[in-house]
C-alpha cells in the first residue's frame, strides 16, 4: 500500500534561511508525487509535482524537489525562506496506478522567523 | 486556469438541520471530483470520491446517508451534510481532476468552514 511520511510536523526557519521540508514515500508503482501549500482558512495550492521525466522539479515561488527514487524521497527545499512562507505544506503521492486518489502526508507547518 | 470554486465559504447552521455545499470547476470538465474533512491542525481526510452520473465512492467509516454526494453534471459536484450535529464542525475541501489528464494532479477549492451550533 501506498504511504506518505513527512518528518518533522513543524519546522522553524530564520527569514533568509534554508528551507527543506521532508518526504518520504512508499509505493509500489512507480509514484506520481506533489506538493502543496496551505494558508489559513484556504484550500491547498499545487507548488510542484512530479509525474515522469527530470527528477529535480521547479516549482512557484521558489520551491523545488528533486525525486530520489533510491531514497524513496521527495523533499521539498527554498534557498532563502521569506515571511510570507509561512504555511501549512502537505506531500502527496498517487495512492494507485491509473487513480486519481491521492495519499497525502500528515503536513508541516513552516515558520519563518523575523 | 483550472479553477475550483466552492459555495458557500463559511456557513452556520443550527443542529438537526441540512446543509448543502457546491463545489464547481470553473473552467475545465472534471469526471472525477473528491470531498475532503480537514479538522484544526490536521491532514485532509478523503471522504468520498464524486464520479459524474454514478454514485460516489466513500472512505471507510464515512456515513453515506449523511454524507450525501451528487455529480450531476461534469462541472458540479455537492456535498450535503444531512441531520448536522456539532461533531460535524469541519473545513470541507473539494478538489477535481481534469477530465482526460494524465498527471492526476487534482485542483482544490478553497474550502467551506461549517459551523453546527
Known amino acids: 500500500a501506498q504511504s506518505v511520511t513527512q518528518l518533522g510536523s513543524h519546522v522553524s526557519v530564520s527569514e533568509g534561511a534554508l528551507v527543506l521540508l521532508r518526504c518520504n514515500y512508499s509505493?509500489?508503482?512507480?509514484?506520481?508525487l506533489f506538493w502543496y501549500v496551505q494558508y489559513p482558512n484556504q484550500g491547498l495550492q499545487l507548488l510542484l509535482k512530479?509525474?515522469?521525466?527530470?527528477?529535480l522539479v521547479k516549482g512557484i515561488n521558489g520551491f523545488e524537489a528533486e525525486f530520489k527514487k533510491s531514497e524513496t524521497s521527495f523533499h521539498l527545499t527554498k534557498p532563502s525562506a521569506h515571511m510570507s512562507d509561512a504555511a501549512e505544506y502537505f506531500c502527496?503521492?498517487?495512492?494507485?496506478?491509473?487513480?486519481?486518489?491521492?495519499?497525502f502526508g500528515t503536513g508541516t507547518r513552516l515558520k519563518v522567523l523575523a | 486556469g483550472a479553477v475550483v470554486s466552492q459555495h458557500p465559504s463559511w456557513v452556520i447552521c443550527k443542529s438537526g438541520t441540512s446543509v448543502k455545499i457546491e463545489c464547481r470547476s470553473l473552467?475545465?470538465?472534471?469526471?472525477?471530483m473528491f470531498w475532503y474533512r480537514q479538522f484544526p491542525k490536521q491532514s485532509l481526510m478523503l471522504m468520498a470520491t464524486?464520479?459524474?452520473?454514478?454514485?460516489?465512492?466513500?472512505e471507510q467509516g464515512v456515513e453515506k446517508d449523511k454524507f450525501l454526494i451528487n455529480h450531476a453534471s461534469l462541472t458540479l459536484s455537492t456535498l450535503t451534510v444531512t441531520s448536522a450535529h456539532p461533531e460535524d464542525s469541519s473545513f470541507y475541501i473539494c478538489?477535481?481532476?481534469?477530465?482526460?489528464?494524465?498527471?492526476?494532479?487534482?485542483?482544490f477549492g478553497p474550502g467551506t468552514r461549517l459551523t453546527v451550533t
Open positions: 464524486s464520479n459524474e452520473g454514478s454514485k460516489a465512492t466513500y
Open positions: 512530479y509525474t515522469t521525466g527530470a527528477t
Open positions: 502527496a503521492v498517487i495512492g494507485a496506478s491509473g487513480t486519481y486518489k491521492y495519499i
Open positions: 509505493s509500489s508503482v512507480p509514484p506520481y
Open positions: 478538489s477535481a481532476t481534469i477530465t482526460g489528464s494524465s498527471t492526476y494532479e487534482q485542483y
Open positions: 473552467d475545465f470538465q472534471a469526471t472525477t
